[in-house]
């Protein structure tokens, strides 16, 4: 089956940066898409970022020049690059893809900004 891990989060202060990673395995071609998308306490689900296979990325407002999303060459793994952290950032962090017209899920991981 398909599966989508995500690794890289935890507790960083203001300021400061984390590079969260999104491995995919029981594929055999490259993933077409992965986005990011976050959830912060009480509050809903969050659309992040967004690139594709050819390169492009598409980025919300509250992360747009602080986040850089990328795949690696192979289009197995994903990465989101997070610079200048606020507190708001805060939340668990899960990565999507877009597999064979289909979409799949991690699990998330937690990130923490402190003050």
């Known amino acids: 089956q398909v599966q989508l891990v995500e690794s890289g989060g935890g507790l960083v202060q203001a300021g400061g940066s984390l590079r969260l990673s999104c491995t995919a395995s029981?594929?055999?071609?490259?993933?077409?898409?992965m986005g990011w998308h976050r959830q912060a306490p009480g509050k809903e689900r969050e659309w992040v970022a967004r690139?594709?296979?050819?390169?492009?990325?598409l980025y919300a407002d509250s992360v747009k020049g602080r986040f850089t999303i990328s795949l690696d060459n192979t289009k197995t793994a994903g990465y989101l690059q997070m610079n200048s952290l606020k507190p708001e950032d805060t939340g668990v962090y899960y990565c999507?893809?877009?597999?064979?017209?289909?979409?799949?899920w991690g699990q998330g991981t937690q990130v923490t900004v402190s003050l």
């Open positions: 999507n893809a877009e597999y064979l017209s289909r979409d799949y």
């Open positions: 690139t594709t296979g050819s390169g492009s990325t």
């Open positions: 029981g594929i055999f071609f490259g993933i077409n898409a």
